[in-house]
């Protein structure tokens, strides 16, 4: 009998299910290491392209296995007021009215707090899950649970099972179903083989025409009653699921590791899950994920060194991000409606230790930008969409996109007289200097600061002093959307920007000649020249977008009644 080092699991398809089942296993893993090692273990999940790898810090010893009768208890049955009759007395549940009670009391507690005020009652760690599962698939859930608690005086056998199921690739699962059919006939267990595929396991094996040969047939889809098992397991372990604010209806996200010890994986998901308490709208439920979760990623390397080298880009050697899947609540079902993959932000790229508390700031800035959006008006969707297409694809362009569209957003709810999230200059510099080096030059050029300066007073600081009483300037509503309209072709971006000069310094020279200091800058030729050379050099769409961008954004430190001249 040889000692397990590693394990193979397959990715079978290629849905969230193959990340519950890799979850599920290293839950089992971990616990046999943590009786055979203690601490002194570690246990790595590497995604191999077809497969994931599971390499055990000292190897799973035979022995270790071949100890376990009962020791090993995953999942425990949710008990409801329907079902408490049909439980055993002696196996532990999850009490349902319990964990419902104890958030209502949370959420009733958190509506009468005073801001600021910490809680002494916290909500049940997983109550969105337990209200997935109950009730559609309550009873597919609990014959799980109550199936492996039968099984518990032969937990050893189980086991080996398993680990010989996921010792080889191919995973043999044919082999393995033999093999529990003998077990099942020797012990006169009578548990059959396969079990339905859960939909909130399998989002892809729902009810329906699920045939693979010719014809037709309605029905659920069976699968390995183990494989099956080790997922729910999983589904606590590497699964967050949350209601979508307004709705009953429920978003699941999954992590999918590139590289890291289910030590690091827990820790990490469990800084996550404290930031995700909240319920949110579909599409900003996607951007906070991967900003929060990157967000835990960082703060938990910024206390544990990693000796690897994988934080150079999280994203490619650490996590890739996660499979989600979008659940409509039909009353006591949920149907799939969505399966989608939101990547982490790939532009973080950590040489040194110290450049992570600037990554966090980035983070913080763009969380305080998508936290302010409410879905449910029709002017945020594309705002949303741009800034996800941005942190999840690392597309700078949805990002400028993003910033072109912000400004009547921002522009039109100032004059509404509603709060507003400004994004600083300081954001936009780090931002470039993370995403695109070289554009960080066209920042650093007087000239161009001269002329984002000069739309800046045009724009936010203009509407900011007219609504402290002060018409001097007039206010230019639809400038940012001007200038990205043009910017298509250099000549029409050119005469647009010009056309925004001259009237600029038209009306500084009418101000200067009516009117005490202080007055505005105005912009120079030189200015100008500089910025024309730039157009030649990057392109009108990015210095564009860049003006635009910079332009609107607040100064650090400065209200928006700023940088005025005395000369």
Not at 199 to 207: E, V, W
Not at 209 to 221: E, F
Request: overall charge negative; some cysteine.
């Amino acid at each position: 009998m040889t000692n397990r080092s590693v394990f193979y699991i397959d990715k079978l398809n290629h849905t969230l299910a193959d990340e519950l089942l890799v979850f599920g296993w290293a839950r089992v893993v971990d616990e046999l290491l943590a009786s055979q090692a203690g601490d002194n273990r570690r246990l790595t999940i590497k995604d191999q392209g077809a497969y994931y790898e599971l390499r055990c810090d000292p190897p799973l010893a035979e022995e270790t296995i071949a100890a376990q009768s009962g020791n090993l208890v995953f999942l425990k049955p949710i008990q409801t007021v329907k079902n408490a009759e049909t439980i055993p007395a002696e196996i532990g549940v999850i009490d349902y009215e319990a964990a419902k009670e104890q958030t209502s009391l949370f959420f009733e507690a958190r509506r009468k707090a005073v801001k600021g005020q910490e809680l002494e009652i916290a909500p049940h760690e997983y109550w969105d899950t337990l209200r997935l599962i109950n009730p559609a698939a309550l009873p597919g859930y609990n014959a799980l649970a109550l199936d492996w608690w039968n099984i518990r005086d032969q937990q050893a056998d189980i086991l080996s099972v398993l680990c010989d199921l996921f010792s080889t690739t191919p995973n043999d699962i044919d082999g393995a179903v033999d093999r529990w059919k003998a077990l099942d006939k020797e012990y006169a267990w009578n548990i059959s083989y396969d079990a339905t595929g859960q939909q909130i396991y399998n989002p892809d094996q729902g009810k329906g025409q699920n045939r693979t040969k010719l014809g037709l047939s309605i029905g659920n889809v069976k699968n390995f009653w183990l494989l099956e098992y080790l997922k729910a397991v999983g589904f606590y372990d590497g699964a967050l699921t949350k209601s979508v604010r307004g709705a009953s209806d429920k978003k699941t996200f999954v992590v999918a590791p590139r590289e890291l010890t289910f030590g690091e994986h827990q820790a990490i998901m469990n800084k996550f899950r404290e930031t995700m308490s909240a319920s949110e709208s579909h599409k900003k439920f996607d951007v906070l994920a991967s900003i929060r979760y990157t967000q835990a990623l960082l703060d938990h390397f910024s206390e544990h060194p990693d000796p690897f080298g994988r934080l150079r880009n999280p994203k490619k050697h650490l996590v890739a991000g996660f499979n989600t899947v979008f659940y409509l609540d039909m009353g006591n079902a949920v149907a799939t409606m969505n399966l989608s993959f939101i990547a982490l932000p790939g532009w973080i790229t950590i040489e040194d230790v110290s450049q992570i508390a600037v990554y966090q700031d980035i983070l913080d800035e763009l969380e305080k930008l998508v936290r302010q959006f409410d879905e449910s008006h029709s002017d945020v969707h594309t705002l949303l969409q741009n800034m996800r297409d941005f942190i999840s694809g690392d597309n700078l362009r949805a990002f400028f996109r993003f910033t072109n569209a912000y400004t009547g957003y921002l522009m039109g709810r100032s004059e509404r007289g509603q709060y507003v999230y400004r994004y600083t200059t300081l954001f936009i510099e780090r931002l470039m200097m993370s995403t695109e080096k070289r554009f960080s030059a066209i920042l650093e050029g007087p000239g161009f600061q001269n002329v984002a300066y000069a739309i800046r007073q045009s724009t936010v600081t203009a509407q900011y002093r007219k609504k402290q009483g002060d018409r001097k300037y007039d206010v230019r509503y639809g400038l940012g959307q001007e200038l990205a309209r043009k910017a298509r072709y250099e000549s029409d971006f050119i005469a647009a920007l010009g056309d925004f000069i001259f009237k600029y310094n038209a009306e500084n020279a009418q101000i200067m000649e009516t009117r005490p200091k202080p007055w505005r800058k105005s912009l120079t030729m030189s200015d100008v020249e500089e910025v024309v050379a730039l157009i030649d050099e990057y392109g009108s769409q990015t210095v564009a977008s860049l003006l635009i961008a910079y332009g609107y954004a607040r100064v650090p430190r400065e209200t928006d009644d700023e940088e005025f001249s005395e000369a």
